[in-house]
């Protein structure tokens, strides 16, 4: 198989039509007609991912954040940023990057997490869009964040223990912050992984609790007065399973790809408490 066959897989079913306005997803660096016969998954592409791929002889990444955003003037070996392009022409390895379009999927980004938190959990829940539904809209089309309905009230305290084996699973030490008494009831959850903190925070009527990631200070206090909790799990906690959900979504179709999702990135941040 070649680019052309994975990205028009990956495509058919997270349309770049659902892609926000100011997204640069799709395929970025390299060339459709190359032959592939393996691809590593991740969520960031950083020099380290890069030098994972190209010592494990990959011939495409597909990753969830865009390499690429704004116009590059040059690029050149030695700059910070286009340098890795320089680095992924160099090797010969093709690069598409899959994201708000894959935010909005109800199987993507925000289905992977709350699938995953609400089996650790152990309890049944219904994912549904944050705005209102259009009767002609694809049915498995999310849009940005959702509704978490559970079957059976939780709280924030364990809301947030089963969150962080979640994260932990997954090979994030992010650090979960959560924001409200931890004996609060929980049954209905606005969630944006990634920075979806100013959408979920604008949904909070009815709502128990809020997941995201990169909330901040005077917000969350807002948040806390309008009634809705906080549970935090970090920006790369929120979205890090995107590796392992694009490789075993490519592994369905392509069954004598290798795909490998990335062993080499991890958050930015980390704790002491945590180590
Ligand atoms: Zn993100």
Redesign the pocket.
């Known amino acids: 198989m070649n680019v052309s066959d994975i990205i028009s897989y990956i495509e058919e079913h997270f349309p770049l039509s659902w892609a926000e306005s100011w997204d640069n997803a799709g395929f970025l660096v390299g060339d459709k007609s190359q032959r592939i016969t393996k691809v590593l998954t991740c969520?960031d592409i950083t020099d380290e991912v890069v030098n994972e791929a190209i010592e494990k002889k990959c011939e495409m990444i597909v990753s969830?954040?865009p390499l690429i955003f704004s116009g590059l003037k040059r690029v050149v070996a030695s700059d910070f940023s286009s340098g890795i392009v320089y680095k992924l022409i160099k090797n010969s390895i093709s690069v598409a990057c899959y994201?708000t379009n894959v935010d909005a999927a109800i199987d993507g980004t925000n289905g992977e997490f709350v699938s995953r938190l609400c089996e650790e959990l152990k309890i049944s829940y219904d994912l549904s869009s944050i705005h209102a539904k259009k009767d002609d809209e694809d049915p498995r089309y999310l849009g940005v964040g959702g509704i978490i309905t559970l079957s059976e009230e939780t709280n924030l305290s364990s809301l947030s223990k089963c969150a962080h084996k979640v994260l932990r699973d997954a090979g994030s030490v992010d650090v979960i912050r959560c924001a409200g008494a931890p004996e609060t009831p929980i049954k209905k959850i606005a969630i944006c992984?990634?920075?979806g903190f100013s959408v979920v925070s604008k949904v909070v009527a009815g709502v128990d609790c809020v997941i995201t990631g990169d909330s901040k200070y005077h917000e969350t206090q807002t948040l806390l007065k309008r009634g809705a909790c906080l549970c935090d799990c970090g920006?790369h906690g929120t979205?890090i399973m995107f590796r392992e959900m694009m490789a075993s979504f490519l592994k369905k179709k392509f069954a004598s790809l290798e795909i490998l999702p990335s062993s080499s990135e991890d958050s930015v941040f980390w704790s002491e408490m945590d180590k």
Do not use: N, V
Request: proline residues 0%; negative net charge; without cysteine.
């Open positions: 969520l969830h954040h994201h992984t990634g920075s920006h979205e």
